[in-house]
């Protein structure tokens, strides 16, 4: 046998009366109560107040209005028990900024600030995305004209790679071949300067027609009219046959013997030609991009021609002033070259007797010992070698000189001067 709740124990039967009473009112007339949620067949609105509750509480800033129908007073008992069975949804309109409370933007300025940095990197994200899908679409697009493109451009883009191969493969021969100093291999740097010459001629018989030789010594090849990509083509050509040319001096330089001329003479000449060269470069594209800024064929009207003309002016204003800014490396180095100056002096015996005798970078006897400031002892060659690349002491990483070592080594810089 089951007991009954103590509260429905203590109803009397005027409750009990009363509350059937209400369940039939409102069945009655809110046919439609279980469509509302609410017991009385009206929802529940909420508006926004100015109040904060006194004890310190949060509050949402809403304030629940019951609206009832006129039968809500008859069946207000009831509605405890109806409650239980249908939830009471509440309507709650936004808060308006005028009644929004002070602590509650206080603690939503740290949750403001957060989600806007989440929306900037989200707008970022879809950006990315759209770009993504734009690629995406145009890829076979992209394909399609890309190889138009280089059909087009086969021969001068065959005759680029080749130009490129040819540079790295000379520029590291030589290299090492200066690295290897008296154990250079003289077949090797023979073949190197054949190599370097052979590829000019030949580059400058099979483009006969063009002229391109004649950007050599500041004069325009036979290209008429002159538009941008032969401009392009003409300046690089020529900047790659005078680094050939350059390249084929330092293997000279490096068949002569060291009797003749040192190890440490030669790297200034490397220095003092990779300078000239680059020098160079930057002065024989000049008369190239001028012709082409100012030529007379391919302008129409007597506006184009006066906008040729201030193009062309400003072109050499701005060469003029990137070769004077130039010009003071081109001195250093220069200086440089005719002084030679040394790293350190003569070693003597007793110094040498102190170090062993022993080199510290071939590791074998001293040949022509120098002392540095740090008083450490090598060989000249050596020592030499070593500076070509760096400014410290091998030992003690003391600086020992401040001076442009660039180029010492027989490299050649890859940089193009194309305009």
């Given at each position: 046998m089951k007991l009954r709740p103590s509260c429905e124990r203590r109803c009397s039967s005027t409750a009990c009366q009363l509350e059937l009473e209400g369940l039939t009112s409102m069945q009655a007339n809110s046919g439609h109560s279980h469509q509302a949620g609410n017991a009385d067949g009206l929802p529940c609105l909420s508006l926004?107040?100015?109040?904060s509750p006194a004890d310190g509480s949060s509050s949402s800033g809403d304030v629940a209005i019951n609206v009832h129908s006129p039968n809500s007073e008859n069946g207000s008992r009831s509605s405890t028990r109806s409650g239980q069975r249908h939830a009471r949804p509440t309507i709650r309109l936004p808060n308006r900024p005028g009644h929004t409370h002070s602590h509650a933007n206080d603690a939503g300025g740290q949750d403001d600030s957060s989600s806007s940095d989440t929306r900037e990197h989200g707008n970022s994200i879809s950006e990315v995305l759209h770009v993504y899908q734009w690629l995406d679409k145009s890829f076979p697009y992209i394909i399609i004209f890309s190889a138009k493109l280089i059909v087009q451009h086969l021969t001068g883009i065959t005759v680029g790679i080749g130009l490129l191969t040819t540079f790295l493969y000379a520029n590291t021969?030589?290299?090492?071949?200066?690295?290897?100093r008296d154990?250079?291999?003289?077949?090797?740097?023979?073949?190197?300067?054949?190599?370097?010459?052979?590829?000019?001629?030949?580059?400058y018989y099979t483009f006969s027609s063009q002229a391109l030789y004649y950007s050599l010594i500041f004069m325009n090849p036979s290209l008429e009219p002159l538009q941008f990509w032969d401009a392009l083509w003409v300046v690089g050509i020529t900047d790659f046959v005078v680094k050939f040319y350059f390249m084929g001096l330092k293997c000279l330089i490096l068949l002569v013997p060291s009797v003749m001329m040192s190890h440490k003479c030669k790297g200034f000449w490397y220095m003092c030609l990779e300078e000239i060269s680059q020098y160079y470069c930057t002065l024989v594209s000049t008369p190239v991009w001028f012709r082409y800024l100012i030529d007379y064929g391919a302008q129409t009207s007597r506006a184009e021609w006066h906008f040729g003309i201030l193009l062309a002016l400003?072109?050499?204003?701005?060469?003029?002033?990137?070769?004077?800014?130039?010009?003071?490396?081109?001195?250093?180095?220069?200086?440089?070259?005719?002084?030679?100056?040394?790293?350190?002096?003569?070693?003597?015996?007793?110094?040498?007797?102190?170090?062993?005798?022993?080199?510290?970078?071939?590791?074998?006897?001293?040949?022509?010992?120098i002392v540095l400031v740090c008083q450490h002892i090598f060989c000249e060659e050596c020592i030499c070698l070593w500076f070509n690349r760096e400014k410290t002491c091998p030992l003690c990483r003391t600086v020992i000189s401040s001076h442009n070592h660039k180029y010492k080594d027989g490299a050649t810089s890859l940089q193009l001067r194309l305009f």
């Open positions: 926004p107040s100015n109040r021969s030589i290299v090492n071949q200066v690295f290897l154990k250079y291999s003289k077949l090797q740097c023979i073949w190197l300067l054949v190599f370097l010459t052979g590829c000019s001629l030949l580059l400003l072109y050499l204003i701005i060469k003029l002033f990137f070769v004077f800014g130039q010009w003071k490396t081109s001195a250093d180095v220069l200086r440089l070259f005719f002084t030679q100056p040394s790293y350190g002096m003569a070693a003597t015996k007793r110094q040498c007797s102190e170090a062993e005798d022993i080199c510290a970078i071939c590791q074998a006897e001293f040949t022509k010992p």
